[in-house]
């Protein structure tokens, strides 16, 4: 029974790990510019399937991920440039289907470019599995947790130690004031959707060895990336990387207790409840409605 | 009778489509999606556009009314009618249990929160296979009868399922024209105000959320008896998505605005046959488009437009809407 629990707990942190990099790309989106993108998922996607194409036509590993990466954030910026900017004054709701036509295009594209079929990555360092009792740890599960991990206190120490960080968190804060100041408030805006894309390229090339890479691959994580961030409480970045590993450690070991078919009810069942009962997430200020 | 005009002209539209083009496969094949579409969009119309609460999980309750008549027909033979009934009452008991948490939530949570749902229930229809047919679904669903009369022929389905979306949109008229309907529009407007009003807004928008279920769940038994056969797929969040879409593009807080959306959306598939890998693309640009360029949707954008050519220099009481 242990085992069971600690090999939930190795696959759910994994998993976790990239919902929380999805989360947190979330959350730096919806901080600046108040708008909650779900086309997030598709940046993972966008990441992984270009790695996948680079390697096929003979690119080196490491440059292929470098290249993949770029890929993705480029996405990132033309998202930014061409359907959130124009839409500036746009309702919540407007937002939304904003977004997710974005998403759905970008899975059109996908889909036109590399067909139905599943992809994996290779993993990045071997697959000898360490034995933690009856339980395994692979190495690339080691990757995922330890590049999250360094991504992670990187965004942390970016907004409290650079300048540009602490002009980002200006920017969520009162964008009329921090233009009055003197940051580029629309060029804020574009970073952010950069670095958010950065991550999720960054999750779906980690987990693209472990989990097979499609091109409707994006959407599931998207949304559990979204959870991750509700659960930490919308607009608190590393609550929603907390939220992140939660989300994946209840999920996996609802998948171990219960039965795999339901792993995704699990999560949004879990995300259904805390909405219901804590709607300011975990780490989440109440928030209060101006009339 | 001047505010059913729109009313009229619809169901004139609706008869003559037929007569003028009746071997039309966009007549009378196509025409039964839209009306079955257009019923649901109705409905979620008068949550999203009226009352301002967005649902990404609506494609559940169409789900709901769909497995119920799926399921009672053919494991247990029920009678369709019976069955289509215990479906409402499914559909009414599950709205209203999660209406009053869901709408506690707003704007992204509210989202989010019903988004949650619509993949909750579609994976129930997924998972026990041995009870739904798992993901290759339900086949062989017996057809409807009225009076004696066998619903089996493309054209008897578009007199029932056209009937239906005018019952549907008399309802929803109704009930847009009451004082339930200015309080709705009150909710949109401002909820502290609608509050300091006297509006009830935990009430009301739990029973508008209720009403566009079964709107959903209705057109779910329609959708059973007259596909025959359904799988999860029909009732995924991406229709969901495509229901919001037939809202927006044809303008929220428009009456008919939802019916024109529907149509444009089911026809595009159909129109699109020949450019089959670019459908998902192309919906995806006209979603951005329509948001980014015509936020108000295609229909009321147009309308606006049209209307003056028209009607000369009458003042116009009537809120939004087209």
Redesign the interface.
């Known amino acids: 029974m242990s085992d069971v629990l600690l090999q939930s707990l190795i696959t759910g942190v994994t998993i976790g790990s990239a919902y929380a990099l999805v989360g947190l790309g979330f959350a730096i989106i919806?901080n600046v510019s108040d708008v909650?993108n779900f086309a997030q998922g598709e940046f993972v996607m966008v990441g992984a399937m270009s790695a996948v194409s680079l390697l096929a036509v003979g690119v080196p590993f490491a440059v292929a991920l470098f290249l993949a990466l770029v890929i993705a954030v480029c996405i990132g910026l033309i998202l930014e440039k061409f359907?959130i900017e124009?839409?500036k004054s746009?309702?919540?709701?407007?937002t939304?289907?904003?977004t997710?036509?974005?998403?759905?295009?970008?899975?059109?594209?996908a889909?036109?470019i590399w067909g139905k079929d599943f992809h994996s990555l290779p993993a990045f360092s071997g697959e000898t599995p360490i034995h933690i009792g009856s339980a395994t740890l692979t190495p690339q599960s080691m990757w995922v947790m330890g590049v999250t991990a360094v991504l992670v206190f990187l965004v942390h120490q970016f907004f409290n130690r650079t300048i540009t960080g602490k002009a980002l968190l200006a920017c969520s804060a009162n964008p009329i004031a921090a233009s009055l100041i003197g940051i580029p408030v629309k060029r804020m805006m574009l970073f952010a959707y950069g670095l958010s894309a950065l991550l999720g390229g960054a999750a779906g090339l980690l987990i693209a060895p472990i989990a097979f890479t499609s091109y409707d691959a994006g959407?599931m994580l998207g949304?559990k990336g979204?959870?991750a961030a509700?659960l930490g409480g919308?607009g608190n970045p590393m609550g929603a990387v907390a939220g992140g590993v939660v989300l994946g450690v209840l999920e996996s070991l609802g998948a171990g207790l219960i039965?795999s078919?339901?792993k995704?009810?699990i999560a949004?069942?879990i995300?259904?409840l805390v909405?219901?009962f804590k709607?300011q997430g975990f780490f989440g200020k109440a928030g209060e409605?101006r009339? | 009778m001047k505010r059913y005009r729109g009313f009229f002209a619809l169901a004139s539209i609706i008869t003559l489509a037929p007569i003028l083009f009746p071997v039309n496969y966009f007549v009378t094949v196509v025409g039964v999606s839209i009306a079955i579409n257009a019923l649901i969009a109705v409905g979620l119309n008068l949550l999203?556009g009226y009352t301002g609460q967005?649902s990404?999980g609506h494609a559940a309750f169409f789900g709901i009314g769909a497995y119920a008549s799926g399921l009672l027909t053919t494991l247990l033979s029920w009678n369709p009618w019976l069955a289509l009934l215990v479906g409402l009452l499914a559909t009414w008991l599950v709205a209203e249990l999660i209406a009053r948490?869901?709408l506690?939530?707003?704007?992204?949570?509210l989202?989010?929160?019903t988004?949650?749902?619509g993949?909750?229930i579609n994976?129930?229809m997924?998972?026990p296979t041995h009870i739904t047919g798992g993901p290759d679904g339900l086949s062989d669903i017996p057809v409807l009868n009225i009076l004696g009369w066998d619903i089996d022929s493309d054209i008897r389905w578009y007199i029932v399922a056209n009937g239906a979306l005018l019952l549907g949109v008399w309802v929803a008229l109704n009930l847009i024209n009451s004082r339930i309907g200015l309080a709705l529009r009150a909710v949109h407007g401002?909820?502290?105000?609608a509050q300091m009003m006297g509006v009830d807004i935990e009430k009301i928008k739990i029973k508008i959320f209720v009403v566009s279920a079964l709107f959903a769940a209705f057109a779910g038994s329609l959708f059973a008896h007259q596909q025959g056969f359904i799988s999860p797929d029909s009732f995924s969040?991406h229709f969901s998505?495509e229901l919001?879409?037939m809202v927006?593009l044809g303008g929220?807080a428009s009456k008919y605005g939802p019916i024109f959306g529907a149509a444009v959306l089911t026809m595009l598939p159909e129109t699109l046959v020949v450019f089959e890998?670019?459908?998902?693309?192309?919906?995806?640009?006209?979603?951005?488009g329509i948001?980014?360029f015509l936020?108000q949707g295609l229909w009321v954008g147009l309308s606006q437009k049209i209307k003056p050519l028209f009607i000369k220099k009458t003042i116009s009481v009537e809120p939004a809407g087209g």
């Open positions: 919806f909650v359907a124009p839409a746009a309702t919540v709701v407007s939304i289907i904003i997710i036509g974005a998403s759905i295009f970008l899975r059109g594209l889909l036109l959407m949304l979204f959870a509700i919308l039965s078919g339901y995704d009810a949004f069942i995300l259904l909405l219901f709607p409605e009339v | 999203m967005i990404l948490p869901i506690r939530l707003k704007g992204h949570y989202a989010m929160a988004l949650g749902f993949i909750i994976i129930l997924v998972q401002s909820e502290v105000g969040f998505i919001v879409v927006v929220m890998d670019y459908e998902v693309l192309i919906l995806g640009a006209i979603m951005m948001m980014i936020p």
